[in-house]
């Protein structure tokens, strides 16, 4: 299994059920003891450099299953913040400001991981194998268990092995000797691209919005977000879809936050001293491994995070995905494990990926454009969520915290059907919708005019 988000939270899970855990991870420079160097964006890890947001029903499930996770991060310099204080700028204006709504701890990448890293190697039963690059899966020559293959010493024997090796992984490759059939996969893909610099500012320098978030729109594929992070650090990114991608040199990046609809990005970065140079990213495309369709799965074999499903992560679920798998595997260990049962939870984890999958491809068809229709579902829905955010941009706080609660996985999208946001749309449509919420506040406190 190897070592990231994905492989800590299924770890954790695995050892509260008992088992004894062997973390397998090509990168031979990961390193998680006390006397560990302090965190910096790895090698192969893109998402290092890029901001990373831990959706509030992320934060809570990794609560879970590492008790104290939270203060943990919060006492190595993440920052806690409160969605309802980002100022927003969704696809049809300003959601309202200041109302409390959902808690994040923002931090870089490298921190969470480090964090989180250091935990999990540091239970009983965990051990962490690095430089070790899974090469295949063969059956035992009894059948009870894998051999797990490398390409430069013997295999490893395990009864159960849980593929967590990400996008890439190679699993699909490894399958057919073991008859599981034809593997369905799904894409979406509307090629978008990061570009993202950290820059030296505190964390209160927008005076009261604790952060930036500007939403590509269908028409304006453009957008970007400013987040504290730890060390009085701000993490600048733009996004972009095809031509509209942000470039790698700063004078390119600059002039496209200018180019925003909303140069408050802009203004940060302009007057906040840019820390390191501008990375970029551009494989963000939506890919599904549909696991849980094939005809046969093979005992002791599960497949989780971005194996199964990687999403868009402009849209910022994956790490909450895994961490919800990882929940279900918990549960299953300690409940079920009759035969059958890695197959019965593929399709759980396969549920737990639905509703994440579904509003990240919702919308990046919509910047497909008419040539990849979503289905006749997706599309009501989209329409439907639109008259809320409609509402939302017209001062509606019942709305905005709707969208929020959907948005951070901490609800089902029924509750955007609340017969009050029912009304308050048709009476909307009928008499017309009160001012546009106002732009929040921003002061760039602390930060001297150039
Ligand atoms: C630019 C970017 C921004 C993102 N932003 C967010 C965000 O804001 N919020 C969020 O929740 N998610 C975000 N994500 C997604 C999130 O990082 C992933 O969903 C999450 O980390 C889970 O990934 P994973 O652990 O399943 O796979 P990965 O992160 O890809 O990790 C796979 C691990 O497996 C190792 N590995 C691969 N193959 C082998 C092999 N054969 N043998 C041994 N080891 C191997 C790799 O070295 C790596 O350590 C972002 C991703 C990117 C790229």
Redesign the pocket.
């Known amino acids: 299994m190897?070592?990231?988000?994905?492989?800590w939270t299924t770890a954790a899970a695995l050892r509260t059920a008992g088992r004894t855990v062997t973390l397998?991870?090509?990168?031979p420079g990961h390193r998680f003891g006390q006397d560990s160097p302090s965190p910096t964006p790895r090698n192969?890890?893109?998402?290092g450099r890029?901001?990373?947001?831990?959706?509030h029903r992320?934060l809570c499930a990794i609560e879970e299953l590492l008790p104290g996770s939270r203060e943990q991060l919060v006492a190595a310099g993440g920052v806690p913040l409160d969605t309802g204080s980002v100022a927003w700028l969704g696809e049809r204006g300003w959601a309202p400001f200041g109302t409390p709504a959902y808690e994040l701890v923002s931090a870089t990448?490298p921190l969470v991981e480090h964090l989180v890293g250091q935990r999990v190697t540091a239970l009983p039963g965990v051990s962490l194998l690095t430089g070790?690059?899974?090469?295949g899966l063969n059956r035992t020559p009894s059948g009870d268990g894998w051999l797990v293959q490398r390409p430069d010493g013997p295999p490893l024997r395990a009864d159960l092995v849980v593929d967590?090796?990400?996008?890439?992984?190679?699993l699909p490759q490894w399958l057919p000797p073991h008859g599981c059939g034809h593997l369905p996969t799904s894409t979406v893909d509307a090629r978008f691209g990061?570009a993202s610099r950290v820059y030296s500012a505190p964390a209160d320098v927008l005076g009261s919005a604790a952060g930036i978030i500007v939403l590509p729109t269908r028409r304006v594929p453009a957008g970007g977000v400013a987040l504290p992070v730890e060390g009085d650090r701000w993490l600048v990114a733009a996004v972009g879809a095809g031509e509209h991608r942000p470039p790698r040199d700063p004078e390119g990046f600059e002039g496209f936050l200018r180019r925003l609809r909303d140069p408050a990005l802009a203004d940060l970065a302009a007057r906040a001293r840019p820390l390191t140079e501008v990375a970029v990213?551009r494989?963000?495309g939506n890919l599904r491994r549909h696991y849980e369709r094939l005809p046969h799965w093979p005992d002791g074999l599960l497949v989780?995070?971005?194996?199964m499903c990687?999403?868009n992560?402009v849209y910022?679920?994956?790490?909450?995905?895994?961490a919800l798998q990882a929940l279900l595997l918990r549960q299953a260990l300690t409940r079920d494990t009759t035969p059958g049962w890695e197959r019965r939870l593929l399709r759980g984890f396969a549920r737990a990926a639905d509703l994440p999958w579904a509003m990240a491809t919702g919308e990046d068809l919509g910047h497909l454009g008419p040539g990849r229709p979503a289905g006749v579902v997706a599309t009501l829905f989209g329409h439907w969520s639109g008259e809320v955010d409609r509402l939302a941009a017209h001062g509606n706080t019942r709305a905005q915290r709707r969208l929020d609660r959907v948005y951070h996985l901490m609800g089902s999208p029924a509750c955007l059907f609340d017969p009050r946001l029912v009304a308050s749309v048709i009476r909307g449509r009928l008499l017309g919708l009160p001012a546009p919420t106002p732009r929040p506040p921003f002061e760039l406190e602390g930060i001297p005019t150039p």
Do not use: K, N, W
């Open positions: 190897p070592t990231h988000a994905t492989c397998l991870e090509q990168d192969g890890v893109p998402q890029q901001p990373h947001v831990l959706l992320g990448h070790f690059r899974v090469g967590a090796s990400g996008r890439g992984s190679r990061y990213h494989r963000t989780t995070g971005d194996s990687a999403l992560p910022g679920q994956g790490i909450t995905v895994a």
